[in-house]
């Protein structure tokens, strides 16, 4: 026989989404670390732009860039899921979903950092120069949940006193 849960109890369906999210990101963090440190150990052309970055000075620019371009989209993907699934309990979702994007940027910088540099002879490993650019990923993902749940709002708003 089971037993009732405790008014106010979350069940454990409503515990699905929030681990998902948290627990997602930090799986997909890890994926991004391999394509960051596929993309940046020798940035391509189309990625570093004309003329082709060669200076050592430019090379870390170059990979904050690309970091910011997977995390932030990253973030975008998973502000859409907050926004599609958040249901009856948004902010437990949306903390849920901040906490796995900060772990997923940092878990991209850690693999990416683990993995061989592009050359035997070289000491460096591929990593961040400017480390607020871990933020760029839980910083989209409120933006887009801020942005879209703002704008609902005012949309509900002006049709209810319209």
Do not use: N
């Amino acid at each position: 026989m089971r037993r009732a849960a405790a008014p106010g109890a979350p069940r454990s369906g409503d515990l699905r989404l929030p681990f998902a999210l948290l627990l997602g990101q930090a799986l997909t963090g890890a994926l991004l670390g391999v394509a960051w440190w596929a993309l940046a150990r020798r940035p391509a052309a189309w990625l570093v732009g004309e003329p082709v970055v060669v200076s050592s000075a430019q090379l870390p620019i170059a990979r904050d860039g690309s970091f910011a371009v997977l995390t932030a989209t990253a973030g975008l993907v998973a502000g859409l899921v907050v926004l599609r699934r958040a249901g009856e309990r948004p902010l437990q979702v949306l903390g849920a979903a901040l906490a796995g994007a900060l772990s997923g940027s940092l878990l991209t910088v850690a693999t990416a950092g683990a993995l061989p540099p592009s050359d035997p002879a070289a000491a460096a490993h591929v990593s961040l120069y400017a480390w607020a650019v871990v933020l760029v990923q839980p910083l989209v993902l409120t933006c887009v949940v801020a942005v879209v749940s703002l704008s609902s709002a005012l949309v509900g708003w002006t049709r209810a006193t319209g």
